[in-house]
């Protein structure tokens, strides 16, 4: 994992401010998910909504949030402890950033959400390698270890797509959403993965839509109106 992830968790991004440029870490964007979230030492829950190992945003409606706080970063059945600074309002969303814990958010982001850092090195790939289909214009994002998005448009519209992580498949055919598993074995490392290589379920659960939410706003280049339509497809 150390050797996957290293070079993408040693990156830092670089964010012009009134005072100049300064560094900070790559940042996961989690739309509305109920099982990442901060648990204050005073009880209260608030959503995250982006998250990287020296500063979080989170929403505190209709109330301040406090300049200072502690208590815990939960995704799931993880947590570790953090002492919270704030540096930004804006409307209900604050930003801060982390003090105490910084080492213990580090090790969360690797094992929590690997896939979505993936995601973030996801590419667009040359039209001319992407085979013609029936009907509407297909896309196709990569990031190598087959993390991929594949969808159509047509008209302006998505009317199927394709997105994989980890092994796992969750698509939306025209009618209906389906996940599997791709058989690793007969396919090429490099190419989108075909149907007949994936094993089917009866049935596609909560966690993996989530998964897939995160997946989707966290693919770069990627039209904000495309973006909004996937996630739509995916909530509906």
């Known amino acids: 994992m150390k050797k996957i992830l290293g070079g993408l968790f040693g990156k830092k991004e670089t964010v012009a401010t009134a005072k100049g440029k300064i560094q900070r870490s790559p940042r996961v964007r989690i739309p509305g998910s109920e099982d990442v979230q901060f648990l204050s030492a005073t009880g209260k829950a608030y959503p ?45 969303e604050v930003g801060l950033t982390i003090g105490d814990g910084a080492a213990g958010v580090r090790t969360l982001l690797r094992r929590a959400f690997s896939d979505e850092f993936h995601a973030l090195e996801m590419t667009e790939v040359d039209a001319t390698r992407q085979k013609p ?89 990627l039209e904000g109106s495309v973006r909004k339509q996937l996630q739509e497809l995916l909530k509906s």
Do not use: M
Not at 59 to 85: C, N, R
Not at 210 to 219: C, G
């Open 133 to 221: 289909v029936d009907l509407g214009q297909p896309k196709w994002f990569y990031a190598p270890g087959n993390y991929e998005l594949f969808f159509v448009e047509h008209e302006g519209k998505v009317i199927r797509f394709e997105i994989e992580w980890s092994g796992s498949v969750l698509a939306f055919d025209g009618t209906q959403l389906r996940f599997g598993i791709v058989d690793g074995d007969s396919r090429d490392s490099v190419s989108h993965a075909r149907s007949s290589l994936v094993k089917w379920e009866s049935e596609v659960q909560p966690a993996q839509k989530r998964k897939a939410l995160r997946l989707i706003e966290n693919v770069s280049g």
């Open 48 to 92: 995250i909504r982006n998250l990287s190992e020296s500063g979080l945003a989170l929403l505190s409606p209709g109330e301040h949030f406090p300049d200072e706080a502690s208590g815990e970063i939960q995704v799931g059945d993880l947590s570790v402890y953090v002492k919270l600074t704030t540096v930004r309002r804006n409307g209900d």
